[in-house]
């Protein structure tokens, strides 16, 4: 909980927004450095709530692990596949949690994959949180395979709460049947600093990253905030600052 309220304050628009109104406050007392404080925040706020701005965090990020170009000896003996957000509660599907837009876009990647290598599928993500929730990420992700693509998945995965869990879990499930060399799947943004966590956990990776949203077409409308645009950049921001710590703690 309090690790969730830190990243709420240092990542934008919340930080940001803290230091507009500090540096009002502060112009009662120094007009001047005030100013440039609020003005400043405010400029780099309505920068990053655009497209364009917001490529500029993600485009490097993103680049940092290369598509998997073809499914050919790669030696891999499994794909593993990272849950994202979750949608609770969905009266179309009898109230059950469905995977959202993130998680989908994986799911559909790791479907292609399948497809093309016959590798068996490992679903991982519990609850998101400590707290016991009526169904994991893992078996609303799991789910959408076996009934939507008719996909069948090997092994779940639903004790963990973050990325670092995700792959202790996994590994730990994996080499039991010995699985030692995985294609992992996740979006392009979270790929690089997915990878570190499961080479840590002992496993031998190959990335296989989705979602390039840098390789979107920036256009006159990129230019424009929009909570798109903010969204990419907040993403972008708290998987550059995860990767920063887990450089630090490695």
């Not at 990325?163 to 994996?174: G, H």
Request: proline share 4%; with cysteine; aromatic share 8%.
């Amino acid at each position: 909980m309090l690790m969730a309220v830190v990243r709420t304050l240092i990542l934008p628009p919340v930080s940001l927004l803290i230091l507009i109104a500090a540096g009002r406050m502060i112009k009662i007392w120094h007009p001047r450095t005030g100013k440039i404080i609020s003005n400043t925040s405010l400029i780099v706020l309505l920068m990053l709530s655009t497209c364009a701005g917001a490529w500029l965090l993600v485009a490097p990020l993103e680049n940092l692990e290369k598509p998997l170009l073809t499914t050919k000896n790669t030696g891999a003996q499994a794909i593993v596949v990272l849950s994202a957000g979750l949608l609770a509660s969905n009266p179309e599907y009898d109230n059950q949690a469905i995977p959202d837009y993130i998680a989908l876009g994986r799911i559909r990647y790791a479907a292609k994959l399948y497809r093309d290598t016959g590798l068996p599928i490992l679903v991982t993500g519990g609850s998101g949180s400590k707290r016991i929730l009526d169904d994991s990420f893992s078996k609303s992700m799991a789910r959408v395979f076996e009934y939507e693509f008719a996909i069948p998945v090997k092994w779940h995965e639903d004790q963990s709460t973050n990325t670092r869990e995700n792959a202790d879990y996994s590994a730990q499930i994996l080499k039991k049947d010995g699985v030692t060399h995985i294609l992992l799947v996740t979006d392009a943004m979270h790929m690089r600093r997915a990878k570190l966590v499961f080479e840590q956990a002992g496993l031998r990776v190959t990335s296989a990253p989705t979602l390039f949203f840098s390789r979107d077409e920036i256009g006159s409308f990129s230019y424009m905030p929009s909570a798109e645009g903010l969204r990419r950049s907040h993403y972008a921001m708290y998987e550059w600052l995860g990767l920063i710590w887990y450089r630090m703690k490695a």
